[in-house]
């Protein structure tokens, strides 16, 4: 072999590899670079795909075992430079292994894979049945394997223990692959089950639907991803050994209405741990590369041969080959065999017998079968890991400590012992969830019994899917065992006593066996989900203490809180809050007395506080609230304290904040001791303008700090304070208004002499230092400052423009304008799909606003919104709005003043999840809508993918009625009615059994409607739409039918129920007279309806007629023998026509056409005489 040229590549990456050598040490003529090619993983598999054959040479293949040649059991050296090397080479290229005597072969697949990675893949020439996977990683360190049909070993590269370099070692073909070796030939891949055709067809994708959302932990961070949708897989070793390096389409699993037990069955095999089994694409995609494997469920298998699934072993979290394979499609067959194939993702071997790779199990007397995961377990009635407990077991590894070196086991959820037992419901009545973790694994409860009565208590795990067989015990407070169950065939367990003493008992429950192993089971794989629920005899709740008192404000350390002793009580809870009713309060304590020092009230405070008695975990109702505080300790003395003698406005005094102060107290003296001082101010700020002294007198002043809790010490000034003489001209008594407008401060002053006018002053602080001129005036007292914000405070003060110059500032005042709450943001508009995160509202921002409120409705109430959240900016991402869910948004802007009104509705609605229902699958956007002539249609409303219909009025018509009768037995459904720019203009009325709408717009006017899931399942909808003239009669039954009538035929319908019906009916004349007449639908007789009443009444005729083929028939006769008419379709209307005149032998007749609808009978939800109306005119004849 001629020397290779050593190629160090810097971006590459791999898991497992073989070593292979360029044929002659020169790359293909393919010419591609690493950058060029495309890279991916391998997978175990069945039968050999033969290369092309130019490549083909003339050797006996079928028998020969190509890895004799290699003797070692560990190759610790070979060609390093030239693998690295054969990364450049392309499809088609002749290499040789440089192993043994070498092992020649050609390139069947190049791949770039994630991360980084690069695989490829080599068929050996002189073998059918033996191919290499390797692969590079950035590091430049090489991984891979070598396997045979025809050869029981296998050669994987791995890291050597002692220098962490690349050795080839030689191992067990099963401990790669899913597989078994038997007389000369490797078979890969669980045995099919009995049930399917080895040699069924693959199965296309048309009419799949897609695999329903399907989580056992989500937001775990390892992964479980079952596949039903079909994939496409390309640069695995399954390609490279089975496909010929081609990519390997996999059509979605054929049975998709079996997909929610088989997703059951694998989660509960794999409970105990961490880690979440799931249907969601997207919770693959965002796991860890390194903490996920996917299970491909597919009917597509003529790639790969006979077998119900297959894996590579240790190959979870492999970025080179995520997959493992199902190719059973019934339920035990997908469920056990993907079970089986994640465990050997795991790290997991086959267990089997002396005699057989996989041992089928056993049946025990009961009735009840068993067999391992790692065997074959297809219609067993228990599937569980196991540790080879069973006879003759080839291999006794234990399967839950293996696959922990991947997945995480579960925290336990109920302790093992009395010590922490969990508490069970003091009411005698408890119904709690848990699970058994792992065979030493048993989970304590406590509980009480008041007085003897009856125990009824029982332990079950899933109904159809389980791995855990439940046990037992009733222990008493010593810890001996009252009763045990652990029945055997049965897998749940109960305990039932007549007669119970009363007294603290425990339940202790745990996973048991079946018989013995050779015929049942152990309680090693017997873990897994169980609900633990019964009753026993509880105490009655004590009785509402009374007498409840707290202090007020007696100490300084807190606040007594006592009431009246309950008899029996063992403990009380003291409750507290801000809130006259309660609503706020929280448990602050759990005295044995009936009293509580409650030392973390803060001083000052008002709180409310309640109380109960608790009796053998019972706890009473609420005490009546009583309030209390805690008395402030004395504030600490505000010195310093400071005058300033510079003005000649006032003397200013200041002083420190002294802690616990609420307000200070000013006191004033000629002398520098506070005995004889006059107070002359009380504030709650730190500075005071003593306006009244006059100019050139010396005063002292002095500073008390004040609260609740008592005085301070005074702090006096060190200096007496002197206000200097007023120089000639300057402006006094500025006074600025407080709010008082909410569009101006008026500031006003007296003149200052020789004053021509002034300028206007405005600062933020106290101080006309660093102020801001905002106005010049002429020789006025007044202004009105405009330009300020809303509720800010600001400093004023004036100077008067003299002939000299101007004075000096006036005194300071402060003033502010009048902040209002804000008017309701305009412009709102909500994201309708078009953001990939959720819906995104918008609206322009409002002036004087601090925060904006984001509500979410799903109706076009705000008042039943719910409130999303505050923001000071003028959007919000709803990342919560649920996939294709369409919502109303309402805003509100906020400042200090108050919240400004709800805007009106704004639709919007976030990506949809577009799951298939029904034939409207690509309505799911406003934007999209199904267009819809009148008629009905039926469809199905699924949560996450919203119908959107577009309908048209006919010219001339302006109104639209919309009937929509849903299957209420799966749930509810919403109907809104929408201009094409998706603004609301009309939401559905509640009939029985069905949604309503009637809108009256512009002739001919085009609109959107929406229906929506609003709770339940699929729920299946007809739905049937009119296009109306204003005088034509309309679809809805049961509900205000909303019909507008000419003049002469009447104004509107009275009554607004179904039963009822009252239309007034005038004829043009102006006589008024009393029409008899009454509409009935039947549902209680599908397809019948019947009309009844009397038009025989004189001085005025009544007539019916119904409308049949086009042709008015009459029928006034029938009417009044109450007859039926037989033979409608469901939900189908006939018009009848009622027709009055003034008198026999009137001329003049004026008739109303009515509409009566027929039921819907697969619904079967409307009540007998559920579309009443009765014709009667209230007024009296003339």
């Given at each position: 072999?001629?020397?290779?040229?050593?190629?160090?590549l810097?971006?590459?990456?791999?898991?497992?590899?073989v070593?292979l050598?360029?044929?002659?040490?020169?790359?293909?003529?393919?010419?591609?670079?690493?950058?060029?090619?495309?890279v991916?993983t391998?997978?175990?598999?069945?039968?050999p795909?033969?290369?092309?054959?130019?490549?083909l040479r003339?050797?006996?293949?079928?028998t020969i075992d190509p890895?004799?040649?290699i003797?070692?059991?560990?190759?610790?050296?070979?060609?390093r430079?030239?693998?690295l090397l054969?990364f450049?080479?392309?499809?088609g290229?002749?290499?040789?292994?440089?192993?043994?005597?070498?092992?020649?072969?050609r390139?069947t697949?190049?791949h770039?894979?994630?991360?980084?990675?690069?695989?490829?893949?080599?068929?050996?020439?002189e073998?059918?049945?033996?191919?290499?996977y390797?692969?590079?990683?950035?590091?430049?360190?090489?991984?891979?394997?070598?396997?045979?049909?025809?050869?029981?070993?296998?050669w994987?590269?791995?890291?050597?223990e002692?220098?962490?370099?690349?050795?080839?070692?030689?191992i067990?073909?099963?401990?790669?692959?899913c597989a078994?070796?038997?007389?000369?030939?490797?078979l890969?891949g669980?045995?099919?089950?009995?049930?399917?055709?080895?040699?069924?067809?693959?199965?296309?994708?048309?009419?799949?639907?897609?695999?329903?959302?399907l989580?056992?932990?989500?937001?775990?961070?390892r992964?479980?991803y079952?596949?039903?949708?079909?994939?496409t897989?390309?640069?695995?070793?399954?390609?490279?050994?089975?496909?010929a390096?081609?990519?390997?389409?996999?059509?979605?699993f054929?049975?998709?209405?079996?997909?929610?037990?088989?997703?059951?069955?694998?989660?509960?095999?794999?409970?105990?741990?961490?880690?979440?089994?799931?249907t969601?694409?997207?919770?693959?995609?965002?796991a860890?590369?390194?903490?996920?494997?996917?299970?491909i469920?597919?009917?597509?298998?003529?790639?790969y041969?006979?077998?119900g699934?297959?894996?590579?072993?240790?190959s979870?979290?492999d970025?080179?080959?995520?997959?493992?394979?199902?190719?059973?499609?019934?339920?035990s067959?997908?469920?056990e065999?993907?079970?089986?194939?994640?465990?050997?993702?795991?790290?997991?071997?086959?267990?089997?017998?002396?005699?057989?790779?996989?041992?089928?199990?056993?049946?025990?007397?009961?009735?009840?079968?068993?067999?391992?995961?790692?065997?074959t377990?297809y219609?067993r009635t228990?599937?569980?890991?196991?540790?080879?407990e069973?006879?003759?077991?080839?291999?006794?590894?234990?399967?839950?400590?293996?696959?922990?070196?991947?997945?995480s086991?579960?925290?336990?959820?109920?302790?093992?012992?009395?010590?922490?037992?969990?508490?069970?419901?003091?009411?005698?009545?408890?119904?709690?969830?848990?699970?058994?973790?792992?065979a030493?694994?048993?989970d304590?409860?406590?509980?009480?019994?008041?007085?003897t009565?009856?125990?009824?208590?029982?332990?079950?795990p899933?109904?159809?899917?389980?791995?855990?067989?439940?046990?037992?015990?009733?222990?008493?407070?010593?810890?001996?065992?009252?009763?045990?169950?652990?029945?055997?065939?049965p897998?749940?367990?109960?305990?039932?006593?007549p007669?119970?003493?009363?007294?603290?008992?425990?339940?202790?429950?745990?996973?048991?066996?079946?018989?013995?192993?050779?015929?049942?089971?152990?309680?090693?794989?017997?873990?897994g989900?169980?609900?633990?629920?019964?009753?026993?005899t509880?105490?009655?709740?004590?009785?509402?203490p009374t007498?409840?008192?707290?202090t007020d404000?007696?100490?300084?350390?807190?606040?007594?809180?006592?009431?009246?002793?309950?008899?029996?009580?063992?403990?009380?809870?003291?409750?507290?809050?801000?809130?006259?009713?309660?609503?706020?309060a929280a448990?602050?304590a759990?005295?044995?007395?009936?009293?509580?020092?409650?030392?973390?009230?803060?001083?000052g405070?008002?709180?409310?506080?309640?109380?109960?008695?608790?009796?053998?975990?019972?706890?009473s109702?609420?005490?009546?609230?009583?309030?209390?505080?805690?008395?402030?300790?004395?504030?600490?003395?505000?010195?310093p304290?400071?005058?300033?003698?510079?003005?000649?406005?006032?003397i200013?005094v200041?002083?420190?904040?002294?802690e616990?102060?609420?307000s200070?107290?000013?006191?004033?003296?000629?002398s520098?001791?506070?005995?004889?001082?006059?107070?002359?101010?009380?504030?709650s700020?730190?500075?005071?303008?003593?306006?009244?002294?006059?100019?050139?007198?010396a005063w002292?002043?002095?500073?008390?700090?004040v609260n609740?809790?008592?005085t301070?010490a005074?702090?006096?000034?060190?200096?007496?304070?002197?206000?200097?003489?007023?120089?000639?001209?300057?402006p006094?008594?500025?006074?600025?208004?407080?709010?008082?407008?909410s569009?101006?401060?008026l500031?006003?002053?007296?003149?200052?002499?020789?004053?021509?006018?002034?300028?206007i002053?405005?600062?933020?602080?106290?101080?006309?230092?660093?102020?801001?001129e905002?106005?010049?005036v002429?020789?006025?007292?007044?202004?009105?400052d405009?330009?300020?914000?809303?509720?800010?405070?600001?400093?004023?003060f004036?100077?008067?423009?003299l002939?000299g110059?101007?004075?000096?500032p006036?005194?300071l005042?402060?003033?502010?304008?009048q902040?209002?709450?804000?008017?309701?943001?305009?412009g709102?508009?909500?994201?309708?799909?078009?953001?990939?995160?959720?819906?995104?509202?918008?609206?322009?921002v409002?002036?004087?606003?601090?925060?904006?409120?984001?509500?979410?409705?799903?109706?076009?109430?705000?008042?039943?919104?719910?409130?999303?959240?505050e923001?000071?900016s003028?959007?919000?991402?709803?990342?919560?709005?649920?996939?294709?869910?369409?919502?109303?948004?309402?805003?509100?802007?906020?400042?200090?003043?108050?919240?400004?009104?709800?805007?009106?509705?704004?639709?919007?609605f976030?990506?949809?999840s577009?799951?298939?229902?029904?034939?409207?699958e690509?309505?799911d956007?406003?934007?999209?809508?199904?267009?819809l002539?009148?008629?009905?249609?039926?469809?199905?409303a699924v949560?996450g993918?919203?119908?959107?219909?577009?309908?048209t009025l006919?010219?001339?018509?302006?109104?639209l009625?919309?009937?929509?009768?849903?299957d209420?037995?799966?749930?509810?459904?919403?109907?809104?009615?929408?201009?094409?720019s998706g603004?609301?203009?009309?939401?559905?009325?509640?009939a029985?059994?069905?949604?309503?709408?009637?809108?009256t717009?512009?002739?001919?006017?085009?609109?959107?409607?929406l229906?929506?899931?609003?709770?339940?399942?699929?729920?299946?909808?007809?739905?049937?739409?009119?296009s109306?003239?204003?005088?034509?009669?309309?679809?809805?039954?049961?509900?205000?039918?909303?019909?507008r009538?000419?003049?002469?035929?009447?104004?509107?319908?009275?009554?607004?129920?179904?039963a009822?019906?009252?239309?007034?009916?005038?004829?043009?004349s102006?006589?008024?007279?009393?029409?008899?007449?009454?509409?009935?639908?039947?549902?209680a007789v599908?397809?019948?309806?019947?009309?009844?009443?009397?038009?025989?009444?004189?001085p005025?005729?009544?007539?019916?007629?119904?409308l049949q083929?086009?042709?008015?028939?009459?029928?006034?006769?029938a009417?009044?023998?109450?007859?039926?008419?037989?033979?409608?379709?469901?939900?189908?209307?006939?018009?009848?026509?009622?027709?009055?005149?003034?008198?026999?032998?009137?001329?003049?007749?004026h008739?109303?056409?009515?509409?009566?609808?027929s039921?819907?009978?697969?619904?079967?939800?409307?009540?007998?005489?559920?579309?009443?109306?009765?014709?009667?005119?209230?007024?009296?004849?003339?």
């Amino acid at each position: 072999m001629r020397s290779q040229i050593p190629i160090i590549l810097a971006s590459a990456a791999a898991f497992a590899g073989v070593a292979l050598v360029l044929k002659n040490g020169e790359p293909s003529g393919h010419g591609k670079s690493v950058s060029d090619v495309s890279v991916q993983t391998a997978v175990e598999g069945t039968a050999p795909i033969p290369a092309p054959e130019s490549n083909l040479r003339t050797l006996s293949r079928a028998t020969i075992d190509p890895f004799e040649r290699i003797e070692e059991e560990e190759v610790t050296s070979f060609d390093r430079d030239s693998l690295l090397l054969l990364f450049q080479a392309g499809p088609g290229t002749a290499v040789t292994l440089p192993f043994g005597e070498g092992l020649t072969g050609r390139v069947t697949m190049t791949h770039s894979l994630p991360q980084g990675l690069l695989s490829i893949g080599v068929k050996l020439d002189e073998f059918d049945n033996a191919s290499a996977y390797l692969t590079l990683n950035q590091e430049g360190k090489i991984g891979g394997h070598l396997s045979s049909r025809n050869s029981g070993s296998a050669w994987r590269i791995e890291r050597s223990e002692k220098d962490g370099q690349e050795v080839l070692k030689r191992i067990s073909a099963d401990a790669l692959i899913c597989a078994r070796y038997e007389r000369g030939n490797l078979l890969p891949g669980m045995p099919p089950e009995p049930e399917a055709s080895e040699n069924s067809a693959d199965s296309g994708p048309g009419g799949y639907a897609s695999a329903p959302l399907l989580e056992s932990r989500p937001g775990s961070p390892r992964v479980i991803y079952l596949n039903f949708d079909g994939e496409t897989v390309s640069g695995t070793p399954w390609n490279s050994s089975y496909n010929a390096g081609s990519p390997i389409e996999a059509a979605p699993f054929s049975n998709p209405s079996l997909i929610p037990d088989i997703w059951a069955s694998i989660a509960e095999d794999y409970a105990v741990y961490e880690v979440n089994v799931t249907t969601d694409r997207a919770a693959f995609e965002n796991a860890a590369p390194q903490h996920r494997v996917m299970a491909i469920f597919t009917p597509t298998k003529s790639w790969y041969g006979s077998a119900g699934g297959v894996a590579y072993v240790d190959s979870f979290g492999d970025p080179t080959n995520p997959f493992c394979w199902v190719f059973n499609v019934t339920l035990s067959g997908a469920a056990e065999s993907g079970s089986h194939e994640i465990g050997h993702a795991l790290g997991l071997r086959h267990d089997g017998t002396s005699s057989r790779v996989y041992y089928t199990g056993h049946t025990h007397s009961s009735g009840v079968s068993w067999a391992p995961i790692m065997g074959t377990g297809y219609n067993r009635t228990v599937v569980q890991f196991s540790k080879g407990e069973y006879p003759s077991a080839s291999r006794t590894e234990d399967d839950f400590q293996i696959m922990s070196g991947y997945l995480s086991f579960l925290p336990d959820d109920h302790a093992n012992s009395p010590i922490a037992a969990t508490p069970l419901s003091s009411d005698g009545i408890f119904n709690l969830n848990g699970i058994i973790e792992n065979a030493n694994d048993s989970d304590w409860f406590r509980f009480q019994s008041a007085a003897t009565g009856p125990l009824s208590v029982h332990v079950s795990p899933p109904a159809q899917f389980r791995n855990l067989d439940t046990g037992i015990e009733l222990l008493d407070e010593a810890l001996d065992v009252v009763a045990s169950s652990a029945p055997e065939g049965p897998f749940d367990a109960s305990i039932e006593l007549p007669s119970l003493p009363p007294g603290i008992y425990y339940l202790r429950v745990h996973g048991t066996g079946l018989g013995d192993l050779a015929n049942g089971y152990g309680n090693y794989g017997s873990v897994g989900n169980y609900t633990l629920g019964g009753t026993f005899t509880a105490a009655p709740p004590p009785e509402t203490p009374t007498g409840l008192s707290a202090t007020d404000g007696s100490s300084t350390d807190g606040v007594t809180v006592s009431w009246n002793v309950v008899t029996p009580a063992d403990s009380y809870h003291v409750y507290r809050g801000l809130l006259e009713d309660g609503s706020d309060a929280a448990l602050i304590a759990s005295p044995a007395v009936p009293s509580h020092f409650d030392e973390s009230s803060i001083a000052g405070i008002i709180y409310h506080y309640f109380v109960t008695a608790v009796h053998l975990g019972r706890e009473s109702t609420r005490s009546p609230g009583e309030t209390g505080w805690r008395q402030r300790l004395p504030p600490a003395s505000p010195a310093p304290v400071q005058t300033t003698d510079d003005s000649p406005h006032s003397i200013r005094v200041s002083w420190t904040a002294a802690e616990r102060a609420q307000s200070y107290r000013i006191w004033r003296n000629a002398s520098d001791t506070f005995p004889g001082s006059t107070e002359v101010a009380n504030t709650s700020l730190l500075s005071w303008h003593d306006t009244t002294t006059a100019p050139g007198e010396a005063w002292y002043y002095f500073v008390e700090s004040v609260n609740t809790g008592g005085t301070s010490a005074p702090a006096g000034s060190p200096t007496a304070g002197v206000r200097i003489a007023l120089p000639s001209g300057t402006p006094t008594e500025l006074s600025a208004s407080d709010g008082t407008s909410s569009l101006l401060t008026l500031l006003t002053w007296s003149a200052g002499d020789g004053a021509t006018g002034y300028r206007i002053y405005r600062n933020s602080i106290e101080s006309s230092g660093g102020a801001t001129e905002i106005a010049q005036v002429g020789n006025v007292t007044s202004y009105e400052d405009g330009t300020g914000s809303a509720g800010e405070i600001y400093w004023y003060f004036v100077r008067a423009i003299l002939s000299g110059g101007d004075s000096i500032p006036s005194n300071l005042d402060e003033g502010s304008r009048q902040i209002h709450p804000p008017s309701p943001p305009v412009g709102v508009t909500a994201s309708m799909g078009s953001h990939p995160d959720g819906v995104l509202v918008s609206w322009t921002v409002t002036p004087d606003t601090d925060t904006y409120y984001v509500y979410r409705g799903i109706d076009g109430n705000p008042m039943t919104a719910e409130l999303l959240g505050e923001t000071g900016s003028n959007s919000w991402l709803d990342e919560e709005a649920a996939p294709g869910r369409t919502y109303r948004y309402f805003i509100k802007a906020a400042n200090s003043a108050g919240t400004s009104d709800f805007t009106s509705a704004s639709l919007g609605f976030g990506p949809e999840s577009d799951p298939l229902d029904d034939l409207y699958e690509n309505n799911d956007d406003l934007s999209v809508p199904t267009v819809l002539d009148p008629g009905a249609i039926e469809a199905v409303a699924v949560d996450g993918d919203p119908d959107w219909f577009e309908v048209t009025l006919a010219p001339g018509d302006s109104r639209l009625d919309l009937l929509v009768p849903y299957d209420v037995d799966r749930g509810s459904i919403l109907v809104s009615l929408h201009e094409t720019s998706g603004a609301p203009v009309a939401s559905h009325l509640d009939a029985p059994g069905a949604k309503v709408l009637s809108y009256t717009g512009g002739d001919g006017g085009t609109y959107r409607i929406l229906v929506e899931r609003d709770d339940g399942a699929a729920v299946p909808y007809h739905l049937e739409w009119r296009s109306l003239s204003e005088d034509d009669s309309g679809l809805v039954p049961d509900v205000t039918l909303g019909l507008r009538f000419p003049p002469s035929l009447g104004k509107e319908i009275i009554n607004g129920k179904g039963a009822g019906q009252s239309i007034l009916l005038k004829l043009r004349s102006g006589d008024l007279r009393r029409v008899y007449g009454e509409a009935v639908n039947f549902s209680a007789v599908p397809g019948s309806f019947a009309i009844r009443g009397s038009g025989n009444r004189k001085p005025f005729q009544l007539e019916y007629d119904i409308l049949q083929s086009g042709i008015w028939k009459r029928v006034t006769a029938a009417m009044r023998r109450n007859g039926l008419v037989r033979d409608l379709d469901p939900l189908s209307a006939a018009t009848f026509r009622i027709s009055a005149s003034r008198g026999k032998g009137r001329s003049k007749r004026h008739s109303r056409l009515l509409r009566c609808l027929s039921a819907k009978p697969q619904f079967e939800s409307y009540p007998v005489d559920t579309s009443v109306l009765r014709l009667v005119d209230r007024a009296k004849r003339r």
